[in-house]
């Protein structure tokens, strides 16, 4: 069964930076792909990173480059998401999940945690 847990979720001030965790169980990267997107209240989901298993091929959210990193240990079955110079526009929960990339497309997620929410003050 495909688990995936989320922390490190918190508030900061804007320009701050937290490193997200999300812990995943039934699956390892080798097989399955793996990213995050967010979803702030009344807003729809947003895509932010996806690398897919089969290839290598990835997504990055065009906003977010320069400043959120995504890095992974295997050994672990741990995936984090290092977000540095935080913006109040960043406020939302955030999902780690099971994805693929699509070419020309948002990635498709299908299993996600239970989120950890990211509050930036101005």
């Known amino acids: 069964e495909v688990q995936l847990v989320e922390s490190g979720g918190g508030l900061v001030q804007a320009g701050g930076s937290l490193r997200l965790s999300c812990v995943a169980s039934?699956?390892?990267?080798?097989?399955?792909?793996i990213g995050w997107f967010r979803q702030a209240p009344g807003k729809a989901r947003e895509e932010i990173f996806c690398?897919?298993?089969?290839?290598?091929?990835?997504y990055h959210l065009d906003s977010v480059k320069g400043r959120f990193t995504v890095s992974a240990d295997n050994a672990k079955n741990t995936v984090y998401l290092q977000m540095n110079s935080l913006k109040p526009e960043d406020t939302a929960d955030y999902y780690c999940?099971?994805?693929?990339?699509?070419?020309?497309?948002?990635?498709?997620?299908?299993?996600w945690g239970q989120g950890t929410r990211v509050t930036v003050s101005s």
């Open positions: 999940a099971t994805c693929t990339v699509i070419p020309g497309s948002f990635p498709e997620y299908d299993h």
């Open positions: 039934g699956f390892t990267f080798d097989e399955i792909g």
């Open positions: 690398q897919s298993s089969s290839d290598g091929s990835t």
